[in-house]
């Protein structure tokens, strides 16, 4: 180990580029109105694209000059399914640990989970991601034992860098996501001082069982945030969670960000009591874990608070900065204050950090609403084109029906129009002009952008003649 340690200070000392990308957790509404809520829900139907649309195509990933790591989802090797829980939750507490250690960049789980199942080659996903190390490991479980083996590969030479194997009862199981943490942290950067990760670990759950309850629900919502079956599954595997383990904050912080997101589907304003009841709660036992901060962000968001939101956007990403989710969400929050250009910068940013992110529609959808803010039509096109193609959202097909007008391709604007119709019966460019004036730069920006869509509903009713 210290010939491995050795090695590793002088890696640290001559590597000039490293490069990855952060734990991802959901974005919420940020939207502050019930107006503004039902013209943002995301539809879960599969999208049929107005016009002819090409597949995204991935853009080569430029390498950033930091440290950087993308954490393959650990394999389960027990032939238990029950524990495959454990793997996942391994993995992501790892990128979650390596996450917070700012001089790194950390690839979200969101994009490596991409990986999950399949035969990794290490330069592939270097080429893909634009990252250096790769971390690989696995997960067997024998009676009241598990065996984790961990290994880092420096993916540009498929050279072994580091490796461990680490050997404890299953109750001690949340032990070894710090150890491997640490152990990568010192063979990265041998000169980062211990105490700015020990400052940053998040409050561990006292309880197995509620965290795996805490791990799956959080990840689900996350994943699709307009699906209502897996944010009520959510809400209640928090309860059980809670029942278990009644001081573990983040299952209070979940359960507020999934009941806030019903009534979101629901098109209606959450009840305060009910949300920010275990939201409190939360703040109370951990306001400095980052995912407790990124849900009370989510959940302020959602409840119409968007200048209370982008604050705790931004505390969530002082805590995490390589949060994906969380610099989305800051972006967005942008959007309805106007900044539209502070807003392409930080959704950009998240798009860096994980570029397979399953919330990547609603991301690319506000991206394009702030390009045609910025009167960036070309780009504004192609994101909602790219939006609308991965999952229809509702500001995704507008966005796209006003670009189609901008370029003057108004038959496709006429059906991009039908299709936001289709998710959002009766809407009319009246109603969309008061959601317009609250993210137009002023009245006239917002009511030629209103004169758009009235050209692309004109196009829509022609062609229903």
Known sequence: MEFISRAFEWIAENEAVLSGMAAAIVIVGVLSSPLRRRFSRSDRRASEVAGTLSAPVAAPVPVTDRPSIAVMPFQNLSGDPEHEYLADGLSEDIITGLSRVKQFFVIARNTTFTYKGRAVDVQEVSRDLGVRYVLEGSLRAVGDRIRVTAQLIDATTRAHAWGERYDRPVADILSVDDEVTDAIVAALWPALRRAEIETSRRAAPGDLGAWALVNRAWYSIQSDLGDEEKVLAAARACEEAIALDPEYGLAYAVLAHARSLVSQQMESMPEAESVMEPMNRALSLAADDPGVQHAYAAVLGNMGRTLDAKRAWERSLDLNPNNAAARAGLGISQIYQKQHANAVANIDTALRLSPSDPLLYHWLAHRALACAML????????????????????????????????????????????KLLDRTPGLSPDVLAMFLRDVAIDDAKADALVADLMRASEAALAASQ
């Not at 192609?382 to 796209?400: C, H, K, L, P």
């Open 375 to 418: 009167e960036r039509w070309d780009e504004a096109l192609d994101n909602a084109a790219d939006s609308v193609q991965r999952n229809g959202s509702r500001v995704g097909w507008a966005t796209y029906a006003g670009a189609l007008v901008r370029v003057g391709r108004i038959a496709e604007a006429g059906r991009a129009w039908q």
